[in-house]
Nanobody
Framework: QVQLVESGGGLVQAGGSLRLSCAASGRTFSSYAMGWFRQSPGKEREFVAAISWSGGSTYYADSVKGRFTISRDNAKNTVYLQMNSLKPEDTAVYYC????????????????WGQGTQVTVSS
């Protein structure tokens, strides 16, 4: 069992930066792939970024490539999402997820989800 708690969301102006954190409990964190997804009102949950269990491979949605960076610290049971050059269209609730999966962009393949953290980007 893995429990995930996101933090770091907030209100930021366009062009600004935020760093999201996702703290995991459980001894098996380091064996799971980790993903970040987001959902804005009236839209489906969408893939943002993912990282393999070792941290050796990372994956990004085209909409965030070059602006967002996912990383993990297995010693701290934490995954991060550094978000730079934020745009109003990045406004959403951001969720982290953990799963034993190689389908990194598929939300249905993750086993554990956090409660989400709100990110609001003003223009």
């Amino acid at each position: 069992q893995v429990q995930l708690v996101e933090s770091g969301g907030g209100l930021v102006q366009a062009g600004g930066s935020l760093r999201l954190s996702c703290a995991a409990s459980g001894r098996t964190f380091s064996s799971y792939a980790m993903g970040w997804f987001r959902q804005s009102p009236g839209k489906e949950r969408e893939f943002v970024a993912a990282i393999s269990w070792s941290g050796g491979s990372t994956y990004y949605a085209d909409s965030v490539k070059g602006r967002f960076t996912i990383s993990r610290d297995n010693a701290k049971n934490t995954v991060y999402l550094q978000m730079n050059s934020l745009k109003p269209e990045d406004t959403a609730v951001y969720y982290c997820a953990a799963g034993d999966t190689s389908d990194y962009a598929g939300s249905g393949t993750y086993d554990y989800w956090g409660q989400g953290t709100q990110v609001t980007v003003s223009s």
